[in-house]
């Protein structure tokens, strides 16, 4: 039914490498509640969950005298731009369709827009989807970013997420290409 599942993204060395930076606690919270979100809102929840776990997948360590230092990424960060092509390299590597991997790619690049002089972003359903898991997930000063979870249990909700998603596709009676979202 779907090409690549949320533990094909998980566990690809490239996803590895870069996810723990911002938090794989976060990464998988925003990728459930992304999914619960375009639910609702008559998004692709697969989509909606893929870019959820890549999301900060672009991440830079900002670290100053060996501590993370919130205010110089606030000033200088640009992790969605480059999760954005991060996350589609992932994802045409792992076999995502590719115009599903440029969706998810823009959503990625438009989930926040910290990077941005100041004005308002116009997003689509799915883009608004994976903004609002983000922010549904934040906590004050990036404490996010810093929840722990171990592999096993990082893993074992993916794979739950998987199956909600294959779940509500079958329930749906709808094929997958039917819900994406351009």
Sequence with gaps: MRNVTLENLFTHPIAKKYLGRSGIAHAITVAEK???IAQKSGV??????KAGLLHDIGHYTWYRNGEWDYQLY???DIHAIKGSARAHKLLI???EVPQDAKTIALAILLHTDSYLPDGELQLNPLQ???SL????DEEPGGEHHYRKVDHINALERIQGLDMLIDNYLRSNNQKHTNLRIN
């Design 34 to 36: 992304a999914f619960h």
């Design 44 to 49: 692709d929840p697969d989509q909606a969950a």
């Design 74 to 76: 606030k000033e200088n």
């Design 93 to 95: 590597r792992s076999g």
């Design 128 to 130: 608004r989807v994976v």
């Design 133 to 136: 898991a983000d922010e549904a």
